[in-house]
């Protein structure tokens, strides 16, 4: 799929951007939108002098809305909770991303949500996993408030001051975020490299 980030966000401003983050955190139909390098390019083009996006009303809104979307997964994953499990397969929903979430939600535990933050698909579908374990609100509302404000501040950030210090920084944003992208899925692949030796020495 060929998306102009760049494009999408100065056309969706913010809206645009703390919609994405929403869904993709939150919905299960969200698990195939750019979360991180959404939230990179965004912070790249607030650092343009021509851009009328604010750094800080950007960052806001967007940890704002990766909170309240890992609830809706929460509580869709508390309130279904194991009949998910039984959904069939269609374009939009995989019942394997919900198995191998589940697998890393319980090789890791509670730190399983602010680890997450950090991995396309498993993003999604984490704090419907923990919903569907009941992990204590409180307890999962703590590590929800952490991962976001790390994955929302830190991308972002990145994205931002990478605009401001390197000159025509624009010319390598498509590779930057390429690698951005490809670097995201590093977490996973690792994951299930460690999961098939667990499986073969058992």
Not at 10 to 34: D, H, M
Not at 154 to 166: A, C, Q
Not at 185 to 192: A, D, T
């Amino acid at each position: 799929m060929n998306i102009d980030l760049p494009q999408l966000i100065t056309t969706g401003g913010y809206l645009g951007v703390w919609a994405i983050v929403f869904a993709e955190s939150g919905l299960l139909i969200g698990f195939f939108l750019p979360g991180d390098s959404l939230l990179f390019t965004a912070g790249f083009v607030a650092s343009q002098p021509v851009s009328n996006i604010n750094i800080w009303t950007l960052i806001f809104g967007a940890f704002v809305c990766a909170v309240i979307g890992d609830n809706v997964g929460y509580a869709t994953g508390h309130r279904f909770g194991r009949r998910l499990f039984q959904k069939k397969d269609s374009w939009l929903f995989k019942k394997e991303y919900l198995e191998k979430t589940e697998n890393f939600y319980e090789k890791h535990g509670q730190k399983a949500v602010v680890m997450a933050r950090f991995m396309p698909i498993i993003r999604t579908f984490a704090p419907i996993v923990a919903g569907v374990a009941a992990m204590k609100y409180k307890t999962f509302m703590s590590y929800n408030l952490a991962g976001g404000f790390l994955w929302s501040f830190g991308i972002t950030l990145m994205g931002y001051y990478l605009g401001r210090v390197i000159p025509d920084v624009d010319k390598y944003l498509l590779p930057i975020v390429l690698g951005i992208i490809v670097l995201s899925f590093v977490p996973s692949i690792i994951h299930i490299i460690q999961e098939r030796r667990d499986n073969k020495k058992d």
